[in-house]
């Protein structure tokens, strides 16, 4: 008997289809298969069909371009997954999680103080010290970014925090900082807008400041700033600590810490590592760490000479999420197999694909012209003046009936922007089954 596949797209509706052609073994009830075909019905919505069914089940589609029946391809002795319910996601994080980064991530667990996490952390140290181009021990927190972020602050601010700040995750920074107990001044620039070297300078230049936060890669507002630029300040201000925030930008481009001479860089998996939430990857310079050891109230769970310490022994200072270890350990080996350049080519290329669907409906982007983020596209809907608006709840109804879900704006641009993200594993082929089911929502809109 052929097997069945069902497909549901979890708002109730879905339908029955009997896989065809094939060399098909198995037991009807979706395991040890061989590769086969699987015409998507019915035919009024194929389209849809296909694209849910690719991101349901991890199938290749085909033949999408040439109007025949779309079927998806189903690899070999694949179990049929929970097609219910899976939309992919396009937002800014979190990001789709591969396939095999869930298996790694499903590991069996281990001590976190035994020889096998020590092996672990041992094994990707060298790959995480050579994606972020540095010589420092590279941490791993079982938190999300902002338990870094809270941390850099109460490690390392003594005197006065200069916040800069150009959308809602920087914003919130000076917020977090006071909250900390710390002496903090906003340095603040419109949403879209860069932080620049200039601006920062003169702030720096009043002798108040012993700390700075920066996010390099504006997730609110799709901005990226030119942290080079920045960073390049640190030259004329050696005892102010830099600390940067490159949630949405790293493992997407180029970000050499020892080279830029910033004092902690960090990011959540979530984002372009395409990991699950929950944990971090930082760095810290030597004067961060020297500066932290002097802080009498950094606490214990982010304490940046405890992660030190435990990293000098491939280990964390608490238990950590072993299974992000893992999906780490398998995503750090995409990484390279893929290479560095093509990885940070493959985002400027996916980034411009988004750009330019952007520019054929009429809109225009939220960020000042040159100053784009490369991992997301925030396009103006009416937040800034000029190119086209429409109704983004719907947008993203059609999007989501479609498969996949794309942000409707964030904070106080929600509604009047929308973000799609490219970052992670998105590839031209991947984005173009995206672009095109948005394609045919903005058909409807008009
Ligand atoms: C640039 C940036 N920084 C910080 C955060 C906070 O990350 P989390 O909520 O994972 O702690 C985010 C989340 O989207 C972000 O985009």
Known sequence: MAPVLEIGFGDGSGFRAEAQGVGVGGDGEGRDFEEFLVPVFPPTRAGRGAVGARHLCGGTIFPWERNETPCVCLRAGEPFPNFMGHVKLHIPGPVEVSEKTFRAFCRPMMGHRGQGFKDLYARIQPQLQQLLATRQLVYISTSSAWGVMEGAIRNLVAKKVLNCMCGAFSDKWLEVSKRCGKDAEALQVPWGSPIRAAAIDQKLATGQFDALTIIHNETST???????EVAALKKKYP????????????????????????DVLLAGTQKAFALPPGASVFVCSPAALARAATMKDRGYYFDFVEFQKNAEQSMTPSTPSIGHVNALESKLEDIFAEGLEARYARHRRTNQMTRDWAARHGFTLFPEPGFES???TCVNNGAKAGGRVVDVVKLQKM????GFLIDGGYGKIKGTTFRVSNMGDETEASMGQLLAVMDEAMKKLQ
């Open 399 to 402: 999007v989501k009936d479609g």
């Open 374 to 376: 490369i991992t997301l």
């Open 239 to 262: 005892h102010v600590l830099f600390i940067v925030d490159s949630v949405s930008s790293m493992t997407a481009v180029p970000l050499r810490f020892d080279e830029l001479g910033i």
């Open 222 to 228: 799709g901005v990226m700033s030119p942290l080079d």
